[in-house]
């Protein structure tokens, strides 16, 4: 799926992109810069999540629908599909959907022409083969079948949760199959489990962070005045595919900095330039989320002074993250730091929130935004990103994923230095 930096920083025809980036690379690996070809490839690290992590998610889901009250959840394909069972599964026009009970093992609903795929994804799930695959033909009406698989397991009536990235064309059809069923929301289910990481996702996560802030320094090393901001990014996507994963970067330079998802126009970096990278990779599912912002050559004394306002509020974010404290109290944390320096007030010039969940989707649940009441607990995962962003002259922001401990939080990464040397020494 194209998300929305994506869709601004593609040139030309839309493709998925990181098969864009992906073609990019394989076009211009022989010409990358030298600091990006010396970069080695880590795909060896990657431990891919078992099968018997994958069981206990699945009886933490059932645990949770106990607590809420559901007596089953479906899920379409997606990030959560693939958290539960590690299938991965394009959704079309045509229904497909896991349906994980309460009590006993999941169902599937697929296209009769589908099956047996289907069940060669299933081998690897919580109930592998074991699973019942219910089939339609392209003439018979799917949604029957999943009131019959619910009907199969003793459930007749009850209350059925939908996970949030179901299609609403496939949710309005299951809705008038089981009518006698109450459609909710399975979030309290799917984010209550993949919210606090397991210390084989978070190694994950700490291999994704690692291999975009190797990518990032090797492109900061590269950069010279002269050089476009789509160059930066085919470099950065080399980068990646030369460290064995997918991933991408925006480039944005000078006044588009202060843009937070940047321009598609063409830029073009100068001597005194400032520059924000942004985005990550992919690592067995688990994603990256890294921003930087430097200039190339002398910063002025306006640039360094909003650099440091935003890593110390960045810092203040840190901080603040612990165990107990709600989501909304780090964002505040972070944004009374750029108020109390006079850019303020609200989200006059920090227009956004300051973090956001990270797993198997670079966006998840939950979010660090003001108002928002939830606990952190340990082993949850987070964006850390302020900025501040004059319209007209340049923007800054820093980002790093933070992993909240026991007591306290940590950084995957370190700390940018400075906007003329955003790298520590390696």
Same mark, same amino acid.
């Given at each position: 799926?194209?998300?929305r930096?994506?869709?601004?920083?593609a040139?030309?025809?839309?493709?998925?992109?990181?098969?864009?980036?992906?073609l990019?690379?394989?076009?211009?690996?022989?010409?990358?810069?030298?600091?990006?070809?010396?970069?080695?490839?880590?795909?060896?690290?990657?431990?891919?999540?078992?099968?018997t992590?994958?069981?206990?998610?699945y009886?933490?889901?059932?645990?949770k629908?106990?607590?809420?009250?559901?007596?089953?959840?479906?899920?379409?394909?997606?990030?959560?599909?693939?958290?539960?069972?590690?299938?991965?599964?394009?959704?079309?026009?045509?229904? =497909?959907?896991?349906v994980?009970?309460?009590?006993?093992?999941? =169902?599937?609903?697929?296209?009769?022409?589908?099956?047996?795929?289907?069940?060669?994804?299933?081998?690897?799930?919580?109930?592998?083969? =074991?699973s019942r695959?219910?089939?339609?033909?392209?003439?018979?009406?799917?949604?029957?079948l999943?009131?019959?698989?619910l009907?199969?397991?003793?459930?007749?009536?009850?209350k059925?949760?939908?996970?949030?990235r179901?299609? =609403?064309?496939?949710?309005?059809?299951?809705?008038?199959?089981v009518?006698?069923?109450?459609?909710?929301?399975?979030?309290?289910?799917?984010?209550g489990c993949r919210?606090?990481?397991?210390?084989?996702?978070?190694?994950?996560?700490?291999?994704?962070?690692?291999?975009?802030?190797?990518?990032?320094?090797?492109?900061?090393?590269?950069?010279?005045?002269?050089?476009?901001?789509?160059?930066?990014?085919?470099w950065?996507?080399?980068?990646?595919?030369?460290?064995?994963?997918?991933?991408?970067?925006s480039?944005?330079?000078?006044?588009?900095?202060?843009?937070?998802?940047?321009?598609?126009?063409?830029?073009?970096?100068?001597?005194?330039?400032?520059?924000?990278?942004?985005d990550?990779c992919i690592?067995?599912?688990?994603q990256?989320?890294?921003?930087?912002?430097?200039?190339?050559?002398?910063?002025?004394?306006?640039?360094?002074?909003?650099?440091d306002?935003?890593h110390?509020?960045?810092?203040?974010?840190?901080?603040?993250?612990?165990?107990?404290?709600?989501?909304?109290?780090?964002?505040?944390?972070?944004?009374?730091?750029?108020?109390?320096?006079?850019?303020?007030?609200?989200?006059a010039?920090?227009?956004?929130?300051?973090?956001h969940?990270?797993?198997?989707?670079?966006?998840?649940?939950?979010?660090?935004?003001?108002?928002?009441?939830l606990?952190?607990h340990?082993?949850?995962?987070?964006?850390?990103?302020?900025?501040i962003?004059?319209?007209?002259?340049?923007?800054?922001?820093?980002?790093?994923?933070?992993?909240?401990?026991?007591?306290?939080a940590?950084l995957?990464?370190?700390?940018?230095?400075?906007?003329?040397m955003?790298f520590?020494?390696?």
């Amino acid at each position: 799926m194209i998300n929305r930096r994506q869709f601004v920083c593609a040139p030309g025809l839309l493709l998925p992109a990181l098969a864009t980036h992906s073609l990019i690379a394989d076009a211009q690996s022989s010409s990358l810069p030298p600091a990006l070809m010396k970069l080695p490839n880590r795909r060896s690290e990657a431990q891919p999540i078992s099968l018997t992590e994958r069981e206990r998610r699945y009886e933490r889901a059932q645990q949770k629908m106990q607590g809420s009250g559901l007596d089953a959840i479906v899920l379409a394909g997606g990030s959560s599909l693939v958290y539960f069972t590690g299938i991965h599964w394009w959704n079309s026009e045509r229904l =497909f959907v896991c349906v994980l009970p309460r009590n006993g093992a999941p =169902f599937y609903v697929a296209p009769a022409f589908e099956e047996e795929r289907a069940r060669d994804l299933m081998q690897n799930a919580p109930g592998g083969k =074991f699973s019942r695959v219910y089939t339609w033909q392209e003439n018979e009406n799917p949604y029957a079948l999943v009131a019959k698989g619910l009907n199969d397991i003793g459930l007749r009536s009850g209350k059925l949760g939908v996970e949030e990235r179901v299609p =609403f064309v496939f949710a309005d059809g299951i809705r008038t199959a089981v009518s006698a069923f109450t459609l909710e929301s399975a979030t309290p289910v799917t984010a209550g489990c993949r919210a606090v990481k397991s210390a084989a996702e978070l190694a994950l996560m700490q291999l994704a962070n690692d291999v975009t802030l190797s990518v990032y320094r090797a492109a900061w090393e590269s950069i010279t005045a002269g050089v476009t901001n789509r160059q930066v990014t085919s470099w950065i996507a080399g980068g990646y595919e030369r460290s064995g994963f997918p991933g991408e970067a925006s480039c944005q330079v000078d006044a588009y900095s202060a843009l937070p998802h940047g321009s598609p126009d063409p830029q073009t970096i100068r001597e005194g330039s400032v520059v924000l990278l942004d985005d990550g990779c992919i690592v067995q599912g688990y994603q990256s989320d890294i921003s930087r912002t430097f200039v190339v050559g002398k910063a002025t004394d306006r640039m360094k002074q909003v650099f440091d306002v935003v890593h110390r509020a960045q810092s203040a974010a840190l901080a603040a993250a612990r165990p107990g404290v709600p989501c909304g109290a780090v964002d505040t944390a972070a944004r009374k730091v750029i108020t109390d320096a006079g850019f303020g007030p609200g989200y006059a010039h920090f227009t956004h929130r300051v973090g956001h969940g990270i797993g198997l989707d670079m966006h998840e649940w939950p979010y660090l935004v003001q108002g928002n009441p939830l606990p952190l607990h340990a082993n949850m995962t987070f964006s850390d990103e302020p900025g501040i962003y004059l319209r007209g002259e340049f923007g800054v922001r820093l980002e790093d994923d933070m992993h909240v401990t026991d007591d306290g939080a940590r950084l995957f990464t370190p700390q940018s230095s400075s906007i003329e040397m955003p790298f520590a020494p390696a």
